[in-house]
């Protein structure tokens, strides 16, 4: 068939004249297109159990239909809900998200589109394209909710008792379309099931349902902006009855193009694969070894640290714990105690049973440190008491629980005004209320000279983390927030003294590096509440899977907490560090928040950062409330920002990839 047919000639002499094949692996469907000297071939299948087997039935059955062979393709990339399982040995390949593929086929498919909608089986997008090249420019995709995907309307049609393919033409046929939630899959179900029993006309609730995915869809097309010119597509697009309700809630027509919408991830990722193939041919590849930093001594001085303090074996007589980066650690280091801070990223177990006594509304990050006291985590159980510098209030309440069930523990106040006229005094008397009741734990007193000393110690510390961040500015950086976030979290770990011996060895490694001048990819600075040891998914994805480089940290667990220095004067040693922390890069807790916000923005320029990841724990009201404020910030400086809430689930890995690859798609577009 002639590729003229269904894309207008000036649109096809764009596509470079390669034989190519692009696959998209939906979670009902998978489809296929062949492209090859002005032909295009296409093939639909129900995607198997295994999508490596499903991705080979699909190219066998096109290269039978173009007369070809395995060695007249010159480049495949798989797109879709199964792209990553698909692999092919003999043909050069590439995985491209179904983002870009999809707006790269509505580009060529349509005729000016600017907006698409993608619903497909398991998941729905909105996605806006720059209608001249099909590049995207922004894009929303549904949380972890079936509510506004195919799945919903298959589950709908069960309880409805017809075929899911025929629920569409019912719905048209609706007088009184009932009224179904859009917000929530299980509600929706549920009215549904009651519908039914009232009598309701399934062409009703059938109208009602559609209409419910479409409030959904609305949503999501609000968020990227909703202009004329929109082209539906994904596996639910063929459904007659959810094209009708998307227009009426968008208020004009869908086009029709002229080869089913439901093959636009393929052909996108057909001509992808033709780019792909004309980049082959022009690029060299650099052979040369690149440096690796070895941390592996800091490592495992971190784990015997961790080991000693569970066996409490550390010489020291007590072991304290602590929740907040505004606790200092020259008062407790002073007060001759072994402290560590709590950083635990729970697992499934944990976070359960840290929710049995929190509200579900708390972040897993509470219900983590909960848990972990509570399914007896070697480490925390051999603490003797916890402090916390209230910042959340969920973390105070998880402070009180502590104290309740567990552990013996303490909440100190923060003020919230970080330069009120009497904020240090207020601060520096909290910060002494601390260290009495270390004296009384301990039973020995504190030295004014020994908090001096280890104040030095400290400073040093933080200064040789900040050079070895600095590192990271460079073009080609020689670590990323794989190996930087390791090397941060033995602050709270190591001995000052052991610390400072093994920066100095990381600082020498790096100070020694070859440097190579060999551009990384993307360049990206994490934003927003902390990241948890353990809570490594999002950074495995951009730094293991995407080659971006995390070039810093603005978060109290990364680099921030060492971004300052406390005065080493005659003076009350107290009040210097109470200042100090006051002044430091503040938590979004602290008033003003555009303190907060102005240091993110400065640091994203001194790293030189190609673009923002805000990351934030899902329920956190410091960090989640605020984000809209952060995000308007970048976007005034022509940083692109991608809003992160996370949760330390296991299930939503995929998604979140898709929507991190297809923002690195846009950045390394532009």
């Known amino acids: ?213 479409a409030r959904r869809i609305q949503n999501l097309l609000a968020r990227v902006g909703i202009e004329p010119n929109v082209l539906f597509t994904g596996g639910v697009s063929n459904n007659i009855g959810m094209r009708k309700a998307i227009e009426d809630v968008v208020g004009f027509p869908i086009q029709t193009p002229k080869l089913n919408a439901v093959y636009a991830g393929a052909l996108g990722a057909a001509v992808y694969a033709a780019q792909f193939a004309v980049k082959k041919e022009k690029s060299s590849t650099y052979e040369g070894e690149g440096f690796k930093l070895d941390i592996s001594e800091l490592e495992n001085a971190v784990e015997r640290a961790k080991e000693n303090f569970a066996k409490k074996e550390t010489g020291k007589k007590k072991h304290i714990a602590y929740l907040c980066a505004y606790t200092p650690l020259e008062i407790m280091s002073a007060a001759n105690v072994a402290h560590i801070r709590m950083l635990h990223a729970g697992n499934s177990k944990e976070v359960t049973a840290g929710e049995v006594i929190t509200q579900s509304v708390f972040c897993d990050y509470t219900k983590s440190i909960i848990g972990a006291i509570a399914e007896n985590n070697p480490l925390y159980s051999s603490v003797d008491k ?85 590192y990271r500015k460079e073009e080609s950086p020689l670590l990323g927030n794989t190996e930087f976030q390791k090397i941060a979290y033995s602050y709270y770990y190591l001995p000052v003294e052991e610390l400072i011996d093994q920066l100095k060895k990381i600082d020498k490694q790096l100070e020694d590096a070859p440097r190579t001048g060999i551009k990384t990819g993307p360049r990206i600075l994490i934003t927003g509440g902390l990241m948890a040891e353990g809570d490594e998914k999002v950074v495995k994805i951009l730094e293991g899977d995407l080659g971006a480089k995390v070039v810093c940290e603005d978060m109290c667990t990364g680099y921030s907490p060492f971004a300052f220095d406390v005065k080493e004067t005659s003076e009350d040693p107290i009040r210097n560090i109470a200042e100090a922390y006051l002044g430091k890069a503040p938590c979004a807790r602290m008033r003003p928040i555009d303190e907060r916000i102005d240091h993110a923005v400065r640091l994203a320029e001194e790293y030189k950062a190609d673009a923002v990841i805000y990351y934030y724990m899902k329920f956190c009201p410091c960090y989640g409330l605020p984000k809209n404020e952060f995000v308007k910030r970048f976007q005034e400086k022509n940083i692109p920002v991608l809003e992160m809430p996370v949760d330390y689930s296991v299930g939503d890995e995929g998604q979140i990839k898709t929507r991190i690859e297809a923002f690195i798609d846009v950045l390394e577009e532009k």
């Open 386 to 470: 916890v402090y916390n510098f209230n910042t959340c209030d969920c973390m105070k309440k998880t402070t009180e629980a502590i104290n309740d069930q567990f552990l013996p523990a303490m909440v100190f106040n923060l003020p919230r005004l970080t330069h009120g006229r009497n904020s240090a005094e207020f601060y520096a008397a909290e910060l002494k209320g601390f260290a009495n009741d270390l004296e009384k734990l301990t039973g020995e007193v504190i030295d004014e000279s020994e908090i001096r000393r280890y104040t030095a110690l400290y400073n040093e510390a933080r200064a040789l983390l900040r050079k070895i961040s600095e």
């Open 1 to 213: 068939m002639k590729l003229s047919e269904i894309i207008s000639e000036e649109k096809a002499g764009l596509i470079p004249e390669k034989t190519t094949i692009g696959i998209d692996i939906g979670s009902r469907q998978s489809k296929a297109i062949l492209l090859s000297g002005g032909e295009y071939y296409v093939h639909i299948i129900p995607t198997g159990f295994s999508m490596t087997e499903t991705a080979g039935i699909l190219k066998e059955n096109l290269l039978r239909q173009a007369g070809l062979t395995e060695e007249d393709i010159d480049f495949i990339v798989t797109t879709g809900y199964g792209r990553i399982a698909v692999h092919f040995d003999k043909i050069p390949n590439k995985i491209v998200t179904e983002i870009s593929c999809h707006g790269l086929g509505a580009f060529y498919l349509g005729d000016g589109i600017k907006t698409i909608v993608d619903i497909g089986g398991q998941d729905s997008k909105a996605i806006r394209i720059d209608e001249n090249d099909g590049r995207v420019v922004d894009f929303v995709m549904n949380e972890k909710c079936a509510a506004g995907t195919g799945r919903f309307l298959e589950k709908a049609a069960n309880i409805l008792g017809v075929g899911v393919e025929k629920l569409g033409q019912l719905s048209l046929e609706a007088t009184n379309p009932s009224d179904i939630s859009s917000q929530c899959v299980v509600f929706s179900e549920s009215e549904i099931v009651s519908g039914r029993a009232k009598g309701e006309n399934v062409s009703d609730i059938a109208a009602g349902v559609h209409r419910s995915v």
